[in-house]
């Protein structure tokens, strides 16, 4: 029986496409406009054909190529484009020109007319007069024939099994005479104990100074590392299986810190934040905050905040980000740490992603079925490859996205010893 088939629009690495994956989808094309996310998810998502190219730029008949589907109904568009121009006074809110993505994801629902779609944002649309730009996008599913689900929710990612407080927007619609999907309810709850309590201190192995991966032996896992790890089965996961090496830690390149700094991260009791970096201390026993991409070089290059281990004086490595994500650890990210804590803190957590993809599957009355094939990833040089030499694979400008200047980037971690080297 052939599996339902979705569409992952502005897929970055691919945290929604993988979580609806697991809800039983099968993501036949993905689009993203940054060349290293694209290298990435070709690397995780050998089978899934990726256009390399601003969704601006995408048209649905192209999707369609790509993937290979034909004219065959396509079950459920997915994304999450970036919104900024939210309060336009005396102007549409949707015509902004810092809201074309957004735009463009109408476009390219409507030209594909899927029975589904699911809208993914920042909560602060449900907020005040953001609340103006949420219903002009409402309206404008609708005279394009679809129904909205109009008690639209802020989900908690912590709700479904995530150990992290990420919140967001989920608006689903469903196709003129189909019914709508509900939300999912509230299930299980996971720590950062949970999470990172079997994974061996990377600065224990230094290899990892100079490369994000090494042979390593873990802990006893929690039943949430067991199943991210591949030793354990999650009767809810109707993802493909991977090949893969789970002797290996990977996404684990370590960062350098001062003397003092550590000395500083020792001394922050677990739950508060470091005076100088701002950084918070996890906690075993409590959740993650929420985990961001940081900012590119247009923007001043910072690296994202980077939480302090709960028992190791450091930030917590990509790995430990992907872990406290949901991330299963066949997924790998770029091998520099800034791509992959970008990676990670612009995706979807893959567990909301397939809480929500499980009601898209109930709407459609299919049930889920675990696929028998083994996929095989990708070339790990697709993880170390630079932004030219992506772009050049792709096809697309090298100046697609802005770049990072390692000359005048900045991060988190540069201001903190900057500031320390004056106390």
């Given at each position: 029986?052939?599996?339902?088939?979705?569409?992952?629009?502005?897929?970055?690495?691919?945290?929604?496409?993988?979580?609806?994956?697991?809800?039983?989808?099968?993501?036949?094309?993905?689009?993203?406009?940054?060349?290293?996310?694209?290298?990435?998810?070709?690397?995780?998502?050998?089978?899934?054909?990726?256009?390399?190219?601003?969704?601006?730029?995408?048209?649905?008949?192209?999707?369609?190529?790509?993937?290979?589907?034909?004219?065959?109904?396509?079950?459920?568009?997915?994304?999450?484009?970036?919104?900024?121009?939210?309060?336009?006074?005396?102007?549409?809110?949707?015509?902004?020109?810092?809201?074309?993505?957004?735009?463009?994801?109408?476009?390219?629902?409507?030209?594909?007319?899927?029975?589904?779609?699911?809208?993914?944002?920042?909560?602060?649309?449900?907020?005040?007069?953001?609340?103006?730009?949420?219903?002009?996008?409402?309206?404008?599913?609708?005279?394009?024939?679809?129904?909205?689900?109009?008690?639209?929710?802020?989900?908690?990612?912590?709700?479904?099994?995530?150990?992290?407080?990420?919140?967001?927007?989920?608006?689903?619609?469903?196709?003129?005479?189909?019914?709508?999907?509900?939300?999912?309810?509230?299930?299980?709850?996971?720590?950062?104990?949970?999470?990172?309590?079997?994974?061996?201190?990377?600065?224990?192995?230094?290899?990892?100074?100079?490369?994000?991966?090494?042979?390593?032996?873990?802990?006893?896992?929690?039943?949430?590392?067991?199943?991210?790890?591949?030793?354990?089965?999650?009767?809810?996961?109707?993802?493909?299986?991977?090949?893969?090496?789970?002797?290996?830690?990977?996404?684990?390149?370590?960062?350098?810190?001062?003397?003092?700094?550590?000395?500083?991260?020792?001394?922050?009791?677990?739950?508060?934040?470091?005076?100088?970096?701002?950084?918070?201390?996890?906690?075993?026993?409590?959740?993650?905050?929420?985990?961001?991409?940081?900012?590119?070089?247009?923007?001043?290059?910072?690296?994202?905040?980077?939480?302090?281990?709960?028992?190791?004086?450091?930030?917590?490595?990509?790995?430990?980000?992907?872990?406290?994500?949901?991330?299963?650890?066949?997924?790998?990210?770029?091998?520099?740490?800034?791509?992959?804590?970008?990676?990670?803190?612009?995706?979807?957590?893959?567990?909301?992603?397939?809480?929500?993809?499980?009601?898209?599957?109930?709407?459609?009355?299919?049930?889920?079925?675990?696929?028998?094939?083994?996929?095989?990833?990708?070339?790990?040089r697709l993880l170390e490859i630079s932004m030219t030499d992506a772009a050049a694979m792709f096809g697309v400008p090298n100046k697609a996205i802005a770049r990072r200047s390692r000359q005048t980037g900045r991060s988190a971690h540069a201001f903190q010893e900057k500031h320390e080297a004056a106390a």
């Amino acid at each position: 029986m052939a599996r339902p088939i979705g569409i992952d629009l502005f897929a970055g690495a691919g945290g929604l496409g993988l979580g609806f994956e697991q809800a039983g989808f099968d993501i036949v094309a993905a689009a993203d406009i940054d060349p290293i996310h694209c290298a990435t998810h070709q690397f995780n998502f050998p089978d899934c054909a990726i256009v390399c190219k601003s969704v601006a730029d995408v048209t649905g008949d192209e999707l369609r190529r790509a993937s290979g589907i034909g004219r065959r109904d396509i079950d459920v568009v997915v994304g999450g484009p970036p919104c900024q121009g939210f309060s336009m006074i005396g102007k549409r809110a949707l015509d902004d020109s810092r809201n074309l993505l957004v735009h463009h994801f109408v476009r390219v629902v409507l030209e594909l007319m899927p029975k589904h779609f699911v809208f993914e944002n920042v909560k602060g649309l449900t907020l005040g007069k953001h609340r103006q730009f949420l219903q002009e996008l409402i309206e404008a599913f609708q005279n394009g024939g679809y129904n909205i689900a109009a008690d639209y929710k802020v989900l908690n990612a912590a709700d479904y099994g995530v150990p992290q407080d990420r919140r967001r927007l989920i608006l689903m619609g469903s196709r003129r005479g189909l019914a709508l999907p509900t939300y999912p309810e509230p299930f299980g709850y996971a720590t950062v104990g949970d999470a990172i309590g079997d994974i061996p201190d990377a600065e224990s192995f230094p290899d990892l100074w100079k490369q994000d991966w090494t042979k390593a032996d873990y802990g006893k896992p929690s039943p949430y590392a067991a199943y991210l790890r591949g030793i354990a089965d999650d009767p809810n996961d109707f993802a493909y299986r991977r090949q893969f090496d789970p002797s290996l830690l990977t996404s684990s390149l370590l960062t350098h810190h001062t003397a003092l700094s550590r000395q500083r991260f020792a001394a922050t009791a677990p739950n508060d934040v470091e005076s100088i970096s701002r950084f918070k201390k996890l906690a075993l026993d409590g959740i993650c905050n929420t985990l961001r991409a940081g900012t590119a070089s247009d923007r001043g290059a910072f690296t994202s905040p980077r939480p302090i281990h709960p028992v190791i004086p450091r930030v917590i490595t990509v790995r430990e980000a992907a872990r406290l994500h949901s991330y299963p650890d066949w997924f790998r990210f770029h091998a520099t740490k800034w791509h992959g804590f970008r990676q990670i803190g612009n995706s979807v957590p893959p567990l909301l992603a397939r809480a929500v993809g499980g009601q898209i599957m109930k709407t459609l009355r299919k049930q889920p079925e675990k696929p028998p094939k083994t996929l095989a990833l990708g070339n790990p040089r697709l993880l170390e490859i630079s932004m030219t030499d992506a772009a050049a694979m792709f096809g697309v400008p090298n100046k697609a996205i802005a770049r990072r200047s390692r000359q005048t980037g900045r991060s988190a971690h540069a201001f903190q010893e900057k500031h320390e080297a004056a106390a």
